[in-house]
């Protein structure tokens, strides 16, 4: 190995801990953070919700997602994919993130798979679980 090709990987070595350690030292009290960290608080369906169809899946979070790297699965109890749409930010709220499902689902419960990355680099994730039920 080169000299030089060692201190290129040094340089990108040092690099990552700058972005880790400002990741995880703790600011000036009381200064206003850069990025937000933030938090699913609600979706619909609700976490053990039965509900008689279900046309999309709903995300509230307490800020805006990244969209890029976003994704919502939808399984079966046999843990196959349903059908969904790719997740999307709500037109009018960027706080909401969404699927559509098409075709509806058949009854059965059904587990929501999320995953996300905050503004501040923080990845979320996180299951629900609900039931279609026969109507
Ligand atoms: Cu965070």
Same mark, same amino acid.
């Given at each position: 190995?080169?000299?030089? &090709?060692? /201190?290129?990987?040094?340089?990108?070595?040092?690099?990552? /801990?700058?972005?880790?350690?400002?990741?995880?030292?703790? $600011?000036?009290? $009381?200064?206003?953070?850069?990025?937000?960290?933030?938090?699913?608080?609600?979706?619909?369906? @609700?976490? $053990?919700?039965? &509900? $008689?169809? =279900?046309?999309?899946?709903? /995300?509230?979070? #307490?800020? @805006?997602?990244?969209?890029?790297?976003?994704?919502?699965? *939808?399984?079966? #109890?046999?843990?196959?994919?349903?059908? #969904? #749409?790719?997740?999307?930010?709500?037109?009018? +709220?960027?706080?909401?993130?969404? *699927?559509?499902?098409?075709?509806? /689902?058949?009854?059965?419960?059904?587990? =929501?798979?999320?995953?996300?990355? @905050? +503004?501040?680099?923080?990845?979320?994730?996180?299951?629900?679980?609900?039931?279609?039920?026969?109507?």
């Amino acid at each position: 190995m080169s000299v030089t &090709v060692r /201190l290129r990987k040094a340089r990108r070595g040092a690099a990552f /801990l700058a972005v880790v350690a400002a990741a995880l030292l703790p $600011g000036p009290a $009381g200064a206003r953070p850069a990025f937000e960290h933030i938090t699913m608080d609600r979706s619909v369906p @609700a976490d $053990g919700e039965k &509900v $008689g169809q =279900v046309n999309e899946i709903r /995300l509230f979070f #307490s800020g @805006a997602p990244l969209m890029r790297g976003a994704s919502v699965r *939808v399984v079966n #109890s046999a843990r196959s994919l349903m059908r #969904s #749409s790719p997740p999307a930010a709500d037109a009018t +709220d960027s706080k909401q993130l969404f *699927v559509t499902i098409d075709p509806t /689902l058949p009854p059965g419960t059904y587990v =929501v798979q999320w995953r996300c990355i @905050a +503004d501040d680099g923080h990845v979320m994730r996180g299951d629900f679980t609900f039931e279609v039920t026969a109507e």
